[in-house]
């Protein structure tokens, strides 16, 4: 792929700019994102927790290949997104990295003005 941007993918940072088992928090096109890098495994979800809507994932402790809300411990599968409880769970979206820049593709915002 030579340029993400075509195909809608926007640049978000370098690979060296994730810290490495824990989230980082960005906002695409106005949509909040929490990014984790595990290893080699780069995954983003939604950083808005369905419980209270507060966006903290990107600062939850990963465990088990979930991350868990700060605020009430809510799980989330970084892979899947969803809550392994069976509740609402979180939007998981496409990354790709290209020459160490770390690319992800979110929904368009629709405004209404």
């Excluded at 809608?8 to 088992?21: A, E």
């Excluded at 980082?24 to 979800?45: G, N, P, W």
């Excluded at 409880?85 to 003005?113: A, C, F, M, Q």
Aim: hydrophobic content about 35%; charged content about 25%; aromatic content about 8%.
């Amino acid at each position: 792929m030579s340029n993400p941007d075509e195909n809608r993918f926007k640049l978000i940072c370098k690979l060296s700019d994730l810290p490495n088992g824990r989230g980082k928090r960005f906002l695409v096109s106005d949509i909040e994102v929490a990014v984790f890098k595990m290893d080699e495994d780069i995954h983003a979800l939604c950083n808005v927790c369905p419980h209270q809507h507060f966006n903290l994932i990107y600062d939850g402790i990963v465990e088990d290949g979930c991350v868990v809300c700060p605020i009430h411990g809510w799980r989330f599968n970084l892979q899947t997104g969803k809550n392994p409880d069976g509740g609402r769970g979180l939007e998981i979206y496409p990354i790709k990295v290209v020459d160490e820049n770390v690319y992800i593709k979110v929904p368009e915002t629709k405004r209404l003005w």
